[in-house]
């Protein structure tokens, strides 16, 4: 039974960078496909960006350009780059496996 942790949030001014790292444990089973999802106060989860283990990568029209997602394999993490933040990326930062299994979150404030 896998269970997600992400880390590297935090505060950061607009125009700056954060990479966010999420770690399965708890399995030997290695996800198919990892993604990053963000909740905004009062705003409902959104989809951000995923990658399968074989296969493209995908982004919300939101951040493309902007950030960039990631994994190694061998250490079952995935990474979310996040360049050029606007006060709009605001939001707590969820990982996710396999479209079931979600970690905790981490919170990403962008002040203007």
């Known amino acids: 039974q896998v269970h997600l942790v992400e880390s590297g949030g935090g505060l950061v001014q607009a125009g700056g960078s954060l990479r966010l790292s999420c770690a399965a444990f708890?399995?030997?089973?290695?996800?198919?496909?990892m993604g990053w999802y963000r909740q905004a106060p009062g705003k409902q989860r959104e989809f951000i960006a995923d990658?399968?283990?074989?296969?493209?990568?995908n982004y919300a029209d939101s951040v493309k350009g902007r950030f960039t997602i990631s994994r190694d394999n061998a250490k079952n993490t995935v990474y979310l780059q996040m360049n050029s933040l606007k006060p709009e990326d605001t939001a707590v930062y969820y990982c996710?496996?396999?479209?079931?299994?979600w970690g905790q979150g981490t919170l990403v404030t962008v002040s203007a």
């Open positions: 990658i399968p283990r074989r296969g493209s990568t």
């Open positions: 708890g399995s030997i089973f290695s996800p198919d496909v």
């Open positions: 996710n496996a396999d479209g079931a299994v």
